[in-house]
T-cell receptor
Framework: AQTVTQSQPEMSVQEAETVTLSCTYD???????LFWYKQPPSRQMILVIR??????QNATENRFSVNFQKAAKSFSLKISDSQLGDAAMYFC????????????FGEGTQLTVNP | DGGITQSPKYLFRKEGQNVTLSCEQN?????MYWYRQDPGQGLRLIYY???????QKGDIAEGYSVSREKKESFPLTVTSAQKNPTAFYLC????????????FGPGTRLTVL
């Protein structure tokens, strides 16, 4: 079974600084997808970024980028120029390449942004 | 506007009662999912459905039931057999294909009194 581990229950960053959230996963599959979701206090789950395992290039979305290390099964999220609105719980998630596969989530990292 | 709606936002239930949580989407997505979130934890899959009139159990299906009579709707019933139903429930949907991304509704907070 696939597992996703986020080893940092809490992280904090100063406004305008950069922070990296860690995620590791375990799978025997060669093709799969990885996601970072953000859950602000409203509790709505919002997709931040997505990475296809077959792509060597790391995904980026504006201030958000990932460091995908397939051999190490590592998928970290870097947030640049942190803003107060980035404060949220961040979840790493994995799904197999098969159509309609479920998401497996990590336990989450609570990010605090200090002004 | 296209999206996923869940109702109600807050729901209170007495012990021994069944309650049904609503999830509707107008994104024309084939697949729909129900997740449960407990405080300080990630999401766990309850049930999912890839097409109308078909659904599969997830990791924690005991005490829950679902139906998928319409593409747009995937209601979740929390039965009296669910021993600890107080939690936050999230519904999601996706297209049915490789690389499909799941998009989430705003959630329902269920409290057992």
């Amino acid at each position: 079974a696939q597992t996703v581990t986020q080893s940092q229950p809490e992280m904090s960053v100063q406004e305008a600084e950069t922070v990296t959230l860690s995620c590791t996963y375990d799978t025997s599959e060669s093709d799969y997808y990885l996601f970072w979701y953000k859950q602000p206090p409203s509790r709505q789950m919002i997709l931040v970024i997505r990475q296809e395992a077959y792509k060597q290039q790391n995904a980026t979305e504006n201030r958000f980028s990932v460091n995908f290390q397939k051999a190490a099964k590592s998928f970290s999220l870097k947030i640049s120029d942190s803003q107060l609105g980035d404060a949220a719980m961040y979840f790493c998630a994995y799904r197999k390449e098969t159509s309609g596969s479920r998401l497996t989530f990590g336990e989450g990292t609570q990010l605090t942004v200090n002004p | 506007d296209g999206g996923i709606t869940q109702s109600p936002k807050y729901l209170f239930r007495k012990e021994g009662q069944n309650v049904t949580l609503s999830c509707e989407q107008n994104l024309n997505h084939d697949a729909m999912y129900w997740y449960r979130q407990d405080p300080g934890q990630g999401l766990r899959l309850i049930y999912y459905s890839q097409i109308v009139n078909d659904f599969q159990k997830g990791d924690i299906a005991e005490g829950y039931s679902v139906s998928r009579e319409k593409k747009e709707s995937f209601p979740l019933t929390v039965t009296s057999a669910q021993k600890n139903p107080t939690a936050f429930y999230l519904c999601a949907s996706s297209i049915r294909g490789k690389g499909d991304t799941q998009y989430f509704g705003p959630g329902t907070r269920l409290t057992v009194l």
